[in-house]
């Protein structure tokens, strides 16, 4: 009986090793040998090639053959080489005053016996195929047509006149906050608005009448920002202390708490399609949360100081963020990353307005205000004028954009031309020192015919068109001025 020999156990590295040099030896013959010519694949592709580069040309080159042929012919073969010259009729007519065809593509001798037939002598005749002829004229006819395209003439620039828009006049003062009044925001029936301020609590009052309808305590700092959203019976709100909170305005209470902000949050926006939440603060960043989860989905990084406003829309970009770092960044939401951001500020920027029918938006800053398109941003024109530190921005579809800042000073706007039509400054409350005069936020109501304002004196200022102002009590003072437009 033979014993059985023990098999030899490599390592996993020697294994490894030969099963790499029996490859290396199996295809050493075949190192740095050519691939193969494929005829067919190299047709087609230089077939490809000629149409998709030189296809609107292709046909000249069998026109030329055609015609060499057919001089070769007219000449019994007495030249091996011929020179052929292009001939364009500028008047692009195919037929001479004489009435003869003349064809585009001739041979020198051709053109000296057509000019030495002129002076009386004979020239020989050419058999010519007409439909080449025909051809050879249409390619001439298409040439000349693209040769001779007139470049139409550049119009001077022409400053667009302002519309006439009414004044807006001061007609209600609410006192009822005990420190700064910071936020707005109106709810969908239009009925009420809700403010916040830095006594830490949220007020409701009643648009009408202006009377307080209710008071929501629970912040435990100043309240930056408000939301009502349209879908749901929710109030949002957020501030100094770090918190997001939703409150239930069925019941009057908290429901949700949004955790996750490093710092204060000075702005939030309801998406106004999904149930999606986004906040933006003094730690760089926008934060988008689900509403009813209450997860931090995304964080919107990328701006390298605070986060002063936060604008969202149902389409690209959706989300829009200014910030202290002179930026304005636009968002994709999908991608969770920035579509493009807008450097042209030289300042901070605390405030975006969009507009509510266009698709165009406006950006604060004490340099200037901006009017931008999306969705990439494109610079449309400047609004120059409020020299002061721009807080907030309102604006209609009546094409009226408000800007106030916080020495109180309130200028309007006419959107289409930047044309500054009114500036106003409303008296303190009585009682408050003269410099505390600025304006932190603003809001149109929801038909836009009342302007909210919230102010540094502690009050609510409601104002509304002047129903007696007509274009001859208000004229439009307005001059052109020939001025070169900024590009940026």
């Keep these: 009986m033979e014993v059985a020999q023990d098999i030899t156990k490599h390592s996993m590295h020697t294994l490894v090793f030969r099963s790499l040099k029996r490859t290396h030896d199996m295809f050493i013959s075949d190192q740095a040998a050519p691939v193969p010519n494929n005829e067919a694949a190299s047709k087609l592709s230089h077939s490809v090639k000629a149409v998709s580069e030189y296809g609107p040309v292709l046909h000249m080159a069998k026109d030329k053959k055609k015609t060499a042929k057919i001089s070769a012919a007219s000449t019994n073969g007495t030249h091996s080489k011929k020179k052929f010259t292009l001939l364009f009729n500028l008047q692009a007519k195919p037929m001479n005053p004489n009435g003869d065809s003349t064809l585009a593509i001739m041979d020198a001798n051709q053109s000296d016996a057509s000019k030495t037939s002129t002076k009386g ?13 025909q051809r050879l004229h249409e390619t ?17 620039q022409i400053m667009p006149k302002p519309r006439w828009h009414a004044p807006w006049k001061l007609y209600r003062v609410i006192s009822g906050h005990l420190g700064w009044v910071r936020c707005v925001a109106f709810e969908p029936g239009n009925e009420w608005f809700v403010t916040g301020s830095n006594d830490r609590t949220i007020k409701i009052w009643d648009l009408a009448s202006g009377k307080l309808k209710l008071s929501l305590t629970g912040h435990i700092s100043s309240v930056r920002g408000l939301a009502v959203s349209d879908r749901n019976p929710y109030l949002f709100s957020c501030g ?5 909170k939703c409150w239930d305005l069925e019941q009057n209470k908290v429901v949700r ?21 986004v906040t933006c603060g003094r730690d760089s960043s926008a934060r988008v ?7 931090n989905i995304m964080t919107l990084s990328g701006h390298t100081n605070t986060v002063a406003d936060v604008k969202c829309q149902a389409a690209l970009p959706e989300v829009i963020t200014a910030s202290h770092d002179c930026t304005v960044r636009l968002w994709d939401l999908a991608a969770g990353k920035t579509r493009s951001c807008l450097t042209n500020h030289k300042k901070s920027i605390r405030s975006i307005a969009m507009h509510p029918t266009q698709y165009t938006f406006a950006s ?5 205000i901006k009017q931008w398109k999306f969705p990439d941003g494109d610079f449309i024109q400047n609004m120059s004028g409020h020299n002061a530190i721009v807080n907030c921005l309102a604006l209609s579809s009546d094409g009226v954009l408000v800007s106030g800042a916080d020495n109180g000073t309130v200028h309007l706007w006419d959107w289409r031309t930047g044309y500054n039509f009114q500036r106003t400054k409303a008296p303190v409350q009585p009682g408050s020192l003269d410099s505390e005069s600025g304006v932190f936020a603003m809001c149109f109501d929801k038909s836009e015919s009342r302007l909210v304002t919230c102010e540094a004196d502690k009050t609510i200022k409601i104002y509304k068109e002047d129903d007696e102002a007509s274009e001859e009590s208000h004229p439009v003072n307005w001059k052109p001025e020939i001025v070169r437009k900024k590009r940026f």
């Design 140 to 156: 001439n006819k298409a040439l000349l047509a693209v040769n001779s395209r007139p470049i139409a003439p550049r119009k001077a």
């Design 364 to 368: 604060g800053a004490p340099d200037n």
């Design 240 to 244: 100094e202390d770090k918190m997001v």
């Design 121 to 133: 002598k004979s020239a020989s005749n050419v058999n010519v195929n007409p439909s080449d002829i």
């Design 257 to 277: 708490h949004y955790h996750g902000h490093l710092s204060a949050c000075y702005a939030l926006d309801l998406h106004p399609t999904i149930d999606v939440l």
């Design 289 to 295: 949360w689900d509403m009813r989860t209450k997860a």
